[in-house]
C-alpha cells in the first residue's frame, strides 16, 4: 500500500488549501483513514478522519474550519482546510489503517501559513 499526499503550500493567514491524500495498492475493508500534522518541535498530532462506519471526527483545533471528505472510486481522501492560521503552519500527514489493522502513512506535505 502506498499513499501519496499533495497539495501543500505557502498561503496567507485566512486562506485556503485542498490536500489529497491518494492511496494505491492492496487497499481492502479500510478501517479508518485520518490526516495528522507535525509542527515544527512538536509531536505529530491528529486532526481528522473517518471512521469505518463513515462518520467524520475532528480534533477540536481544527473543528469548522477543516473538513475531511473522500473519493471510494479513486481511494482518495481529501482535507479542505478554510481560515488558516499560522498555528496550523506544520507537516501534514495521511495515514490508512487497512483491514488487516497494518497501517500506511503518506510522505507528508507541508502546509506553510504566513503573510
Known amino acids: 500500500v502506498q499513499l501519496q499526499a499533495s497539495g501543500g503550500g505557502l498561503v496567507q493567514p485566512g486562506g485556503s488549501l485542498r490536500l489529497s491524500c491518494a492511496a494505491s495498492g492492496s487497499i481492502f475493508n479500510i478501517n479508518s483513514m485520518d490526516w495528522y500534522r507535525q509542527a515544527p518541535g512538536k509531536q505529530r498530532e491528529w486532526i481528522a478522519g473517518?471512521?469505518?462506519?463513515?462518520?467524520?471526527l475532528y480534533a477540536g483545533s481544527v473543528k469548522g474550519r477543516f473538513t475531511i471528505s473522500r473519493d471510494n472510486a479513486k481511494n482518495t481522501v481529501y482535507l479542505q482546510m478554510n481560515s488558516l492560521k499560522p498555528e496550523d503552519t506544520a507537516v501534514y500527514y495521511c495515514?490508512?489503517?487497512?483491514?488487516?489493522?497494518?497501517?500506511?502513512w503518506g510522505q507528508g506535505t507541508l502546509v506553510t501559513v504566513s503573510s
Open positions: 473517518f471512521t469505518r462506519g463513515g462518520s467524520t
Open positions: 495515514r490508512l489503517l487497512n483491514g488487516d489493522w497494518k497501517e500506511y
